[in-house]
């Protein structure tokens, strides 16, 4: 047996005791046999960097069995909805048609074992009705530690650019949900000149080789716009970067590439362009992977509870729109938010 192991116990125990009570036979000590509980209970007490290790580990006949730890790790995960709490306007203007409106959606995982999943989004043009559905992965099986924990979103909603103008209400589309935002659409449009810098619409950005959108860069009193792509976060930007752009428009890509694999996530790798692609060895995306538990599967993937109660090792994936998460030609399903 090897490792580390704490002093303290059995035989060392009495060896200790002994040689204490010799070196308290000739102190003044009203009661040396104190000393030695005292001086036992700080052997006791060692752990961590503090224990004994190596050589100086007992092994062989020595060490006493190994203890059974009885491990049954066993983690699965569950795809659930989350109450939202808040909708806000991303921007400082209202939301206007022929441009992208983009929402910030507030919401608290109940602990920290939830993963974000892929949100749902849809636009009902006849009501003026959108409703939005947080999704989140539960992981069952693990030790939760932190309670109530910020799980935000910001989407776009980019059917609106072709929709009527006039008052519209976001809901939260969880059955129950009752947080709701109303708004105008409206169809005034700032003033510019398209080849410039600024924008009016969407219209004014086509041809851009990376999608670009007309977004608005959240300024008061009088908000500009510029053609820019829309992200949550750094996998939605092609090897770019997710984060403020130049003129202050929020969360927008920004250029940028991987040199290596070190640049990238876990599970991905540098690609030719210089964007991380998701990469999971021997992974067969459209075989059945049957598992009963997370540790059954390899490395990145989830064994994944599906609607039937059966398990299925998949890569998870949360993006809103992108399929980076995925591998090759993959896409992120919006009804299991898992890779095909």
């Not at 125990?13 to 005292?38: K, M, Q, Y």
């Not at 049954?72 to 909708?87: A, H, K, N, S, W």
């Not at 090792?313 to 299991?336: F, K, N, P, W, Y």
């Amino acid at each position: 047996m090897t490792g580390r192991r704490v002093i303290g116990s059995g035989a060392v125990r009495s060896a200790l005791i002994g040689a204490a009570l010799t070196l308290a036979s000739g102190c003044a000590c009203e009661n040396p046999a104190e000393e030695v509980d005292a001086h036992v209970a700080r052997v006791d007490a060692f752990s961590g960097e503090d224990a004994f290790s190596g050589e100086d580990a007992f092994s062989g006949e020595d060490a006493p069995p190994a203890a059974d730890t009885g491990s049954t790790t066993c983690t699965t995960y569950r795809l659930v909805d989350l109450p939202i709490g808040e909708f806000s306007i991303l921007g400082g203007s209202a939301p206007t048609a022929r441009r992208p409106t983009r929402v910030e959606v507030r919401v608290n995982a109940p602990d920290d074992c939830y993963v974000p999943a892929r949100p749902i989004v849809s636009v009902d043009e006849d009501t003026h009705r959108i409703d939005i559905t947080v999704r989140a992965f539960h992981v069952e099986g693990r030790a939760c530690t932190t309670a109530s924990v910020p799980m935000n979103r910001t989407l776009t909603i980019r059917a609106l650019e072709n929709s009527d103008a006039g008052d519209w209400t976001i809901h939260d589309g969880r059955s129950g949900g009752a947080t709701t935002l109303d708004f105008t659409l409206a169809t005034e449009l700032t003033d510019c000149e398209p080849e410039g810098s600024c924008c009016r619409t969407d219209w004014d950005c086509r041809g851009s080789a990376d999608g670009s959108e007309c977004l608005e860069n959240g300024s008061t009193p009088t908000p500009t716009f510029a053609c820019s792509r829309s992200c949550e976060e750094d996998l939605d930007c092609s090897g770019g970067t997710c984060t403020t752009a130049p003129g202050g428009i929020p969360l927008t890509c920004q250029p940028g590439a991987c040199t290596s694999d070190a640049d990238c996530p876990d599970h991905y790798v540098c690609g030719f362009y210089g964007n991380c692609s998701a990469l999971y060895d021997g992974y067969d995306v459209n075989a059945e992977n049957p598992c009963s538990c997370t540790e059954d599967c390899g490395p990145g993937l989830r064994c994944v509870i599906g609607e039937s109660g059966q398990g299925r090792c998949s890569i998870l994936c949360h993006l809103q729109d992108s399929s980076a998460e995925c591998v090759g030609d993959g896409g992120c399903s919006l009804d299991t938010s898992v890779c095909y």
